[in-house]
């Protein structure tokens, strides 16, 4: 085989070697970090529409306006507070070192089941979700309304559960992420060859092969 060809074969194997080692999609860390970070807005965002609207009897006294409609951070007040929490997580985890991971990774995944949850119960008993709108419009606690639930408390459900499933992955995925330590300037930096002498033995060195060192 010519010189060519060799060259051709050596040139051709790092590539295929750098190819191999390519960071997945989904195990990058802009890109995990980005849908933990969307996933946790999803669920915070769906506190700030209507869960439901509660029809009040035309008959209730002291009710100002017989339809009500009761926001997610009324009918599930801890969904605000874990989807930030997620949030913070997530974004923490882009930073955060090995040992790190593994707490941060658990607390995504115990706020995104308190999501999931606190959703849920929404789902199984509105009225008693919209007690409380109804107890402030009205003055009286405990009464009987028909409620009407919107899409956003199953939004909040599906989205407290995907995001479980992607902080599940931020483990396997650090595998992946290059980590940078106080060694590694100084390894760069030393790897430049210097413009002048570094100290006496060098000057000795240069000037016993010929060089000037001056």
């Not at 902080?167 to 330590?181: E, V």
């Amino acid at each position: 085989m010519s010189d060519s060809g060799l060259a051709a074969g050596r040139a051709g194997k790092p590539g295929k070697a750098r190819k191999a080692r390519a960071t997945p999609v989904w195990a990058r860390k802009s890109t995990l970090v980005l849908l933990i970070v969307l996933l946790a807005l999803a669920a915070f965002g769906t506190t700030t529409q209507t869960w439901m609207t509660a029809t009040l009897d035309p008959n209730q006294a002291g009710a100002a306006q017989s339809v009500l409609p009761v926001q997610g951070s009324k009918a599930a007040t801890t969904v605000t507070a874990l989807a930030l929490v997620a949030l913070a997580g997530g974004l923490a985890a882009s930073i955060a070192g090995r040992i790190a991971r593994w707490v941060i990774t658990a607390i995504i995944v115990f706020a995104s089941a308190g999501i999931v949850a606190a959703a849920a119960t929404v789902l199984a008993d509105p009225l008693a979700a919209a007690q409380g709108t109804i107890a402030t419009a009205t003055g009286v606690s405990g009464s009987q309304a028909h409620v009407e639930l919107t899409a956003f408390p199953a939004v909040a459900v599906v989205a407290g559960c995907l995001l479980a499933l992607a902080a599940l992955l931020i483990i396997p995925a650090s595998r992946h992420w290059k980590t940078r330590t106080k060694y590694d300037v100084p390894v760069a930096a030393g790897s430049a060859a210097p413009a002048g002498p570094v100290d006496e033995i060098d000057s000795w060195d240069r000037l016993s092969r010929g060089d000037d060192p001056t």
